[in-house]
């Protein structure tokens, strides 16, 4: 069935070091958004892209949505501590079906 | 903080029974979402509220029932519960438009059926 797919689902860096999740649809979206959801909180929005090619930046974190807008992807650079948490990505076109996520955990 | 707010926060419950939870939509939002969270999974989602009436479903059976109210606030109600019932139940708001409808979720109830 229609799903966007997240990779990976677990990812340990170490403080310092950059972390990227990914976020793949087999068919065209209409936007794509990012949620971060702290370990015991609900999901928080941190961004949505809706044009093809679109990059935005928040600080250390990278948001890019591909040209053919069936990918997107959430870059964050220097990972600190305060990143630890599970990064979702939805979209509208599934009626929010939202992905397994990315659990992040940032080795002090 | 989103101004989403949900109650009550935590609610224990035995199989069979009904249970009503809430949730306050943030302000100028005409949209409600529920969602259903089990432990390690994303939010998988139930219904929308537009406008009082249901706006699309998930694949949640009839039990699984909702309401929109004139000033956006929203219930969701289960009826005879059952124990894989148990998880955190977020709603989330947002302002209906094209293609840009985000959302900014409450703070969820987690629902223990015992």
């Known amino acids: 069935g229609q799903q966007v797919m997240q990779i990976p689902q677990y990812q340990h860096v170490q403080e310092g070091e950059d972390f990227t999740t990914y976020c793949n649809s087999s068919?065209?979206?209409?936007?794509i958004q990012w949620y971060k959801q702290r370990p015991g909180g609900h999901p928080v929005f941190l961004i949505q892209?809706?044009?093809?090619?679109e990059v935005k930046k928040q600080k250390r974190l990278t948001f890019q949505f591909g040209e053919a807008k069936k990918n997107s992807s959430l870059h964050i650079t220097a990972t600190q501590t305060t990143d630890v948490g599970t990064y979702f990505c939805?979209?509208?076109?599934?009626?929010?079906?939202f992905g397994t996520g990315t659990r992040l955990k940032v080795l002090a | 903080e989103t101004g989403v707010t949900q109650s009550p926060t935590h609610l224990i419950k035995t199989r069979g029974q009904q249970v009503t939870l809430r949730c306050s939509s943030q302000?100028?939002?005409?949209?409600v979402s529920w969602y259903q969270q089990a432990l390690g999974q994303g939010p998988q989602f139930i219904f929308q509220?537009?406008?009082?009436?249901?706006?699309g479903r998930g694949n949640f059976p009839p039990r699984f029932s909702g309401l929109q109210f004139p000033n956006y606030s929203s219930e969701l109600n289960v009826n005879a519960l059952e124990l894989d019932d148990s998880a955190l139940y977020l709603c989330?708001?947002?302002?209906?438009?094209?293609?840009?409808?985000?959302?900014?979720f409450g703070p969820g109830t987690r629902l223990t059926v015992l």
């Open positions: 302000s100028g939002h005409n949209t």
């Open positions: 509220y537009y406008r009082e009436e249901e706006n």
């Open positions: 939805t979209s509208g076109t599934y009626k929010y079906i």
């Open positions: 068919t065209t979206l209409s936007n």
């Open positions: 892209l809706v044009k093809s090619g």
């Open positions: 989330a708001s947002s302002f209906k438009r094209e293609s840009t409808d985000t959302q900014y």
